[in-house]
């Protein structure tokens, strides 16, 4: 029996290929929710758009500060994996959810496999940052995306026994997805908006939006690249910086703030975008996936594969430098190759488990 653990929407989203293929292989698994994330639309959304079971266990986190946060899912969690005794517990990414899911389990001796392991920002500022390095350090076995990943973590003395680069499962989830999306062109419509004639962005990195100056400098450089491009900026907001808006009472003229859109939505949008602006992890990884240029609103990125393909730049939160970064983007030739692997990074890591006599 293997446990699955998530709770916020990008977690949901990569996981999803792991899930569906332990139903495929009837491997016994069970799924638990720290409840992370809670609303309707950065949750509940995604099980229905990627038809995934309803998770066994919801331990109802919410939200708070990072140590109220991760203890309560380091308390719930224990008691799951107490009662269950899972025979390895996989967790995805670098979310306090991933830092307390996968301390509960070492600490209980049960084998932990981190699902994109060794990606590295270097700026330890940053509370994804802190909690990828544990969780690295306390997994048993490592699902490194790239070679680049697989190289930090053998840097940082981890064995190569424990280290397998199997591609990215943001790739499995886009090939399994991308076909069922274009169909849901409603989005499209919604928006008022044409293939190619649109600029989509996000933003909820805590570093950005918690800062009054950063925000302010983003909103300013959307709204300058809005006006320059004459096309429409639809900035679906997360809940985090809609709320951090309103606290600033910053102006949002010139952008289409709309609420945070499923996966099957949002997809299409990006696949439809002329150009993608973020801060997300999981957006940069897309927008090069899918052939979409990206300008990333801030001064590092732990997907240094995504620049070196020429799929994405770093911008900052300077609205001058956001807008030359726009330019820059938009005239790059799309050509560029994919380093997130093939589709079939879900099926590696269940064979990777398979071989260690876990499932
Ligand atoms: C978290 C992760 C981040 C990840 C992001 C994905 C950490 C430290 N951060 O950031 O790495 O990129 O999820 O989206 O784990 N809120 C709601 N409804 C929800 C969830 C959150 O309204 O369902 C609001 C609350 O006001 C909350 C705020 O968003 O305080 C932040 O939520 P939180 O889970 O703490 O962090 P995220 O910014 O979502
Ligand atoms: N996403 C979505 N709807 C939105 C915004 C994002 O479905 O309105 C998806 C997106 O396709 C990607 C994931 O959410 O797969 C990224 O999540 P997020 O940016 O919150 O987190 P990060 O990847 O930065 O951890």
Request: aromatic share 6%.
């Amino acid at each position: 029996m293997i446990c699955l653990v998530l709770g916020t929407r990008p977690e949901i989203i990569k996981l999803s290929p792991l899930i569906r293929e332990c139903g495929r292989r009837q491997i016994p698994f069970f799924v638990l929710h720290t409840g992370q994330h809670y609303s309707y639309e950065m949750d509940r959304v995604f099980f229905e758009d990627l038809e995934l079971p309803a998770p066994e266990y919801n331990l109802d986190a919410g939200s708070g500060l990072h140590g109220e946060q991760t203890g309560k899912i380091l308390a719930g969690a224990e008691q799951v994996f107490f009662r269950h005794r899972p025979d390895a517990v996989l967790v995805q990414g670098d979310t306090n959810t991933v830092l307390a899911g996968a301390l509960a389990a070492a600490k209980l001796h049960i084998p932990v496999g981190h699902v994109e392991a060794g990606l590295r920002s270097f700026d330890r500022r940053m509370p994804e940052e802190i909690n990828r390095i544990v969780a690295d350090h306390v997994s048993d076995l490592l699902f490194a995306p790239t070679e680049t990943a697989a190289r930090y973590l053998r840097g940082e003395g981890i064995p190569e026994e424990k280290i397998f680069v199997t591609g990215n499962t943001v790739v499995d989830a886009v090939f399994q997805n991308l076909e069922i999306a274009q169909k849901k062109t409603g989005v499209m419509e919604r928006m008022e908006t044409r293939e190619g004639d649109f600029i989509l962005v996000t933003a909820h990195r805590a570093e950005n939006v918690d800062d009054r100056g950063r925000l302010a400098g983003i909103l300013e450089g959307l709204s300058a690249v809005g006006e320059e491009t004459g096309m429409q900026v639809i900035f679906p907001v997360h809940p985090r910086t809609a709320k951090m808006t309103r606290e600033f009472g910053l102006d949002t003229r010139g952008i289409r703030i709309v609420p945070p859109l499923g996966y099957l939505e949002f997809l299409l949008l990006e696949s439809k975008a002329a150009l993608i602006l973020t801060d997300s992890g999981g957006i940069q990884e897309e927008a090069c996936v899918l052939g979409v240029p990206c300008v990333t609103l801030r001064e590092n990125t732990e997907r240094p594969e995504t620049l070196k393909v020429g799929s994405n730049v770093l911008a900052g939160t300077d609205p001058m430098t956001i807008l030359e970064s726009a330019r820059e983007m938009r005239s790059r030739d799309r050509g560029w190759e994919n380093p997130y692997g093939d589709g079939h990074a879900g099926e590696r890591i269940l064979d990777a488990l398979a071989r260690r006599g876990l499932t």
